[in-house]
């Protein structure tokens, strides 16, 4: 059983397009981190969140952490075909002293 | 400086067979971290070190998993009697430092080792 639930699992869009991709659970997370993994490559950060209902941009991206820091969002205005990659979320808990990762949403955006 | 680095890129053993695999962190990061990613998942957090000792083994997968870390820098994840459900890449990561296992600012990843067991 994942702790993490990311939906979709797949996304396929066109440049242009804006979606958002979802990272939720049962459980609160101490911190909430979102990675981009390309193929034959290991992860890479793309933001940290600690605080509920905070929110942050990076470029194209934003990112929202749930009030009760049990699920956040990643949302990509106008996606180009860079942004294809799978997305990662993973979060800390405090409880499983662990960190856990969702099983990432797959996207592809073509040109 | 460079980043981590993970070796072999690719190994095919048969079951039954050990293997090892081997991780470089960066320079300077006391905290190293293994993980497993089967094909479409995410990934499966294995072990950690802080320094050269894991505090929690209870991550690994089974008693045929074991990881040690010398000198507070190179990793190694040995794997016993390979069995085909060990197929998947594993991951290294590193970062600065952490707390009570969680990570202190931000992991960098290797590139991974695919491990397939025929």
């Known amino acids: 059983t994942q702790l993490l639930e990311q939906s979709p699992q797949f996304l396929s869009i066109q440049e242009g397009e804006n979606l958002t991709v979802y990272c939720n659970s049962s459980?609160?997370?101490?911190?909430l981190q979102w990675y981009r993994q390309e193929p034959g490559e290991g992860p890479v950060l793309l933001v940290t969140?600690?605080?509920?209902?905070e929110v942050k941009k990076l470029k194209r991206l934003t990112f929202q952490f749930g009030d009760a820091r049990k699920d956040s969002s990643l949302h990509i205005t106008a996606a180009q075909p860079g942004d294809t990659g799978l997305y990662l979320c993973?979060?800390?808990?405090?409880?499983?002293?662990?960190?856990?990762f969702g099983a990432g949403t797959r996207l592809t955006v073509k040109p | 400086g460079a980043g981590v680095s993970q070796s072999p890129s690719n190994k095919v053993t048969e079951k039954g067979k050990d293997v090892e695999l081997r991780c470089d962190p960066i320079?300077?990061?006391?905290?190293l971290y293994w993980y497993r990613q089967s094909l479409g998942q995410g990934l499966e957090f294995l072990i950690y070190?802080?320094?050269?000792?894991?505090?929690?083994k209870s991550g690994l997968p089974s008693d045929r998993f074991s990881a040690e870390r010398t000198g507070g820098s190179v990793s190694t994840l040995t794997i016993q009697r390979t069995q085909q459900e060990d197929s998947a890449v594993y991951l290294c990561?590193?970062?600065?430092?952490?707390?009570?296992?969680?990570?202190?600012?931000?992991?960098?990843f290797g590139p991974g080792t695919r491990l397939t067991v025929t």
């Open positions: 070190f802080q320094g050269n000792s894991a505090p929690d």
């Open positions: 459980s609160v997370f101490s911190s």
């Open positions: 993973a979060g800390w808990f405090p409880n499983n002293n662990d960190m856990r």
């Open positions: 990561a590193s970062s600065l430092g952490l707390s009570s296992g969680r990570p202190l600012y931000e992991q960098y």
């Open positions: 320079s300077g990061h006391t905290a």
């Open positions: 969140v600690v605080t509920g209902g």
